[in-house]
């Protein structure tokens, strides 16, 4: 016999069935306890609740363990490219060396956005945040693949994926160049996905940029390492998005917006940020950590601490060793990582960290390493965008695939209870707070 949980509620005992994953977690499946027992669960930020069942990425965050389609990440970092991940998570196997050939071709089949798309680049202005443009054009770009929208069948699926992915990078990219004015770069068709997203950054008319093999790879790394981590906000958000049957532009569009947030994928540059905060007015590493310790700020030690990892994120361990090796590797020194150590080195030995066991996340160290690579801070969280595309879009497809219901969650009303309108004449005063 399956197991059940039992919950007693007013005298009266439900039996709840327990789903059990293939890793050993278990949940209490609460679907029919409104139509049982008369009340629903409250989880407010969704803090232990599970909204769906998936096999595409899974977290042991106690452990510190992640894995794509059951592959350890750190086996996927040392073996695999980002087109490669890309295939594993949205088909749920490693590609056959046709299926990757194919793949691959795809990407550099559909690098270019249509000629149109360029021009909305000029509406935007300079100072337009790239995580605004990002989901404006994703959107924008469903308009000129009407094809693509109903999604009838595997073949316009995969059409679909690899223009979304391929073209994120144009996209990113164009908008770079528009806000620092330079022409934008077309895309290189002989090119890998990464060297080429770095040629429409880094090349000028007149001047192509030659990136050295190792900054391909750690843009490779960080790409991978990015690329899915089961249902964080950004994910979340892609397939409620996905459960209204939505297209795959539109529900990545929202995943671009969820992922904006400092919380969230904008923590990646508020780390950096942090860091020459604290460079630049020459501020002991130990005299910051005191002041987000400190309840009556509103500080936090951005990059570190995780919803889901209570303990050191593998990601982040990967990136740290890849800073050192980078940062060697092209001979520089940057102070900020200097700073990374010894605010990491403090935290790690502080009471106030262990107790809530926080530990450094994934963006704590990927920053050291997109400036070492030479991406201006306001474009890593559109890199962090480009990484998680793939994590998307598998997500998006096991929804469809699924053909799951309408993510619909309930709430707990605590507002006023019923009242009566009140004319205009008898509703005292009250100005604007705008200016
Ligand atoms: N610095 C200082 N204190 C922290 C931090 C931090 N970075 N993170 C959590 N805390 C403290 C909180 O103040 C709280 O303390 P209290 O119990 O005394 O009130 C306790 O730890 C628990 O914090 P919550 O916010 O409840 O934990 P939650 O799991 O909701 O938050 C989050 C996770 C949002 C990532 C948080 O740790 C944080 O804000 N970190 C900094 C931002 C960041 O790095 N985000 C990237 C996350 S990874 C990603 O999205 C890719």
């Known amino acids: 016999m399956s197991e059940t949980a039992t919950l007693i509620l007013d005298g009266a005992e439900h039996r709840l069935p327990i789903v059990k994953g293939t890793a050993g977690e278990r949940a209490i499946d609460v679907s029919r306890l409104r139509e049982l027992a008369g009340c629903i669960t409250l989880d407010e930020g969704y803090v232990n609740t599970g909204s769906c069942q998936s096999a595409i990425t899974f977290v042991d965050g106690e452990k510190g363990v992640l894995r794509y389609r ?35 071709a795809l990407f550099t089949k559909y690098e270019m956005i249509h000629e149109g798309l360029y021009h909305h680049f000029d509406g935007f202005p300079a100072t337009g945040h790239p995580m605004a443009i990002l989901s404006a054009m994703i959107n924008a770009m469903s308009c000129y693949e009407p094809d693509l929208m109903e999604m009838e069948g595997p073949a316009i699926f995969q059409a679909a994926a690899a223009r979304l992915i391929s073209r994120l990078r144009t996209i990113a990219a164009a908008s770079y160049k528009t806000s620092i004015g330079q022409p934008i770069i077309y895309p290189k068709p002989h090119l890998d996905y ?41 994910t979340s958000t892609v397939r409620m998005v996905a459960s209204s049957g939505a297209n795959m532009f539109a529900s990545c569009a929202a995943g671009v917006c969820a992922l904006w947030g400092p919380l ?3 923590a990646n540059a508020a780390v950096v940020e942090m860091l020459q905060y604290i460079h630049d007015n020459n501020i002991d590493p130990a005299d910051y950590v005191a002041r987000v310790k400190d309840k009556d700020s509103s500080l936090r030690l951005m990059g570190f601490g995780h919803r889901v ?6 990601r982040a361990t990967l990136l740290k060793e890849r800073a050192d090796q980078l940062l060697a590797r092209l001979k520089r020194v940057d102070p900020l990582l200097e700073i990374a150590k010894r605010l990491e080195d403090i935290a790690l030995n502080d009471p106030y960290f262990r ?11 990927s920053g050291v390493i997109l400036r070492a690579i030479g991406i201006p801070v306001n474009m890593f969280t559109v890199i962090f965008a480009m ?35 009140v004319p205009i004449e008898q509703r005292g005063d009250g100005g604007c707070l705008a200016p």
């Open 309 to 314: 990892y209570k303990t050191y994120d593998p």
């Open 194 to 234: 990464c060297s080429n997203f770095l040629h429409m950054m880094f090349s000028i008319p007149f001047a192509d940029y030659e990136p050295e093999p190792d900054v391909v790879d750690a843009l490779q790394l960080i790409l991978i390492l990015h690329a899915d981590h089961e249902q964080n906000c950004s």
């Open 264 to 266: 969230h994928g904008g």
């Open 70 to 104: 059951g592959i350890p990440i750190e086996q996927l970092a040392k073996h695999s490219t980002f087109v490669e991940t890309c295939w594993l998570l949205i088909y749920g196997e490693l590609p056959t060396r046709e299926q990757l050939k194919c793949w691959s």
């Open 355 to 365: 107790e809530r066991r926080l530990y450094p996340n994934v963006d704590f160290y």
């Open 387 to 421: 990484g998680r595309m793939p994590g998307w879009i598998a997500n998006w497809k096991e929804v469809r695939d699924s053909q799951s219901a309408l993510y619909r969650p309930r709430q707990i009303y605590m507002g006023p209870t019923e009242r009566d309108y």
